[in-house]
């Protein structure tokens, strides 16, 4: 038997609390940390830490206990980790606590996830408005002109502004409301945008996210904003998301998807 689409957002709703969640997820970031050409202490960690042109550097002794994965010892000495920008990217760890180097425009970090973060300690799930098929919308996908893709200049969860890549927009109609949004190309085809709404701020969080399906070769795809999700800096400060582009802020209430972290 197929599942209704309300039987698929269920499990996608499911999907979302539960990976959030887990050990390493969004709810256990507890820092990102900005490193500079000179080695130094981060907080709460053994090491000295800095950046250079090929990535992240790291020097320590083998009783600090950090280790690389994949690696068979603990550190000893200096080690040279690849950021998730890397296709081999590394990641080291500390006992449970996980230690992701991170590229963004440039400048490299090391992000900390632990699992007995309070943010994760204290989550009760995520609100979300009740599945309405009314939602879920054609949409219709046009590219900016071939070559043409545009880098937006926007602010970020963190205060600074960053480059917004975006590659075209939908036009869709909603609660009798036609509108259109930028969006960029995901990796895999799909489409991705940052939206706010009427409701952002005061029932949802203060902007959403949204993935829709890989256009057809005439540009027809769904916009289904019962899948509208919360962004990663909802479950954790220390992530730099950004907020929506110029045109993205829909004047009327989207009542669909999710709403905001609920805490213990």
Same mark, same amino acid.
């Given at each position: 038997?197929?599942?209704?689409?309300? #039987?698929?957002?269920?499990?996608?709703?499911?999907?979302?609390?539960?990976?959030?969640?887990?050990?390493?997820? /969004?709810?256990?970031?507890?820092?990102?940390?900005?490193?500079?050409?000179?080695?130094? /202490?981060?907080?709460?960690?053994?090491?000295?830490?800095?950046?250079?042109?090929?990535?992240?550097?790291?020097?320590?002794?083998?009783?600090?206990?950090?280790?690389?994965?994949?690696?068979?010892?603990?550190?000893?000495? #200096?080690?040279?980790?690849?950021?998730?920008?890397?296709?081999?990217?590394? =990641?080291?760890?500390?006992?449970?606590?996980?230690?992701?180097?991170?590229?963004? #425009?440039?400048?490299?970090?090391?992000?900390?996830?632990?699992?007995?973060?309070?943010?994760?300690?204290?989550?009760?799930?995520?609100?979300?408005?009740?599945?309405?098929?009314?939602?879920?919308?054609?949409?219709?996908?046009?590219?900016? #002109?071939?070559?043409?893709?545009?880098?937006?200049?926007?602010?970020?969860?963190?205060?600074?502004?960053?480059?917004?890549?975006? =590659?075209?927009?939908?036009?869709?109609?909603?609660?009798?409301?036609?509108?259109?949004? =930028?969006?960029?190309? =995901?990796?895999?085809?799909?489409?991705?945008?940052?939206?706010?709404?009427?409701?952002?701020?005061?029932?949802?969080?203060?902007?959403?996210?949204?993935?829709?399906?890989?256009?057809?070769?005439?540009?027809?795809?769904?916009?289904?904003?019962?899948?509208?999700?919360?962004?990663?800096?909802?479950?954790?400060?220390?992530?730099?998301?950004?907020?929506?582009?110029?045109?993205?802020?829909?004047?009327?209430?989207?009542?669909?998807?999710?709403?905001?972290?609920?805490?213990?």
């Amino acid at each position: 038997m197929t599942a209704t689409a309300a #039987e698929e957002w269920k499990h996608w709703s499911d999907g979302r609390a539960a990976t959030v969640s887990t050990p390493h997820g /969004q709810l256990a970031l507890t820092g990102t940390h900005w490193l500079e050409p000179e080695p130094a /202490q981060i907080a709460g960690l053994p090491g000295a830490w800095w950046a250079d042109a090929e990535g992240v550097r790291l020097r320590a002794a083998a009783a600090d206990g950090l280790t690389v994965a994949g690696a068979d010892a603990p550190v000893d000495g #200096e080690v040279l980790l690849r950021p998730d920008t890397d296709p081999a990217a590394d =990641t080291a760890a500390l006992g449970e606590v996980l230690l992701v180097p991170i590229e963004r #425009e440039g400048e490299l970090a090391l992000r900390v996830f632990d699992p007995a973060s309070p943010r994760r300690a204290s989550f009760a799930g995520i609100s979300a408005y009740p599945y309405s098929p009314e939602w879920a919308v054609p949409a219709v996908f046009t590219p900016f #002109e071939e070559g043409t893709g545009q880098a937006v200049l926007v602010p970020n969860a963190d205060g600074k502004e960053r480059p917004l890549a975006v =590659t075209g927009r939908i036009a869709f109609t909603v609660a009798g409301e036609h509108r259109t949004l =930028t969006v960029s190309r =995901t990796g895999d085809g799909r489409l991705f945008g940052v939206i706010a709404d009427a409701t952002s701020g005061r029932d949802t969080y203060r902007f959403r996210f949204v993935t829709l399906p890989t256009p057809d070769a005439d540009g027809h795809t769904v916009l289904d904003l019962n899948r509208a999700y919360l962004p990663p800096c909802a479950f954790a400060d220390h992530f730099i998301c950004p907020f929506p582009p110029p045109g993205n802020r829909l004047d009327f209430a989207v009542e669909a998807g999710e709403k905001q972290v609920l805490t213990r």
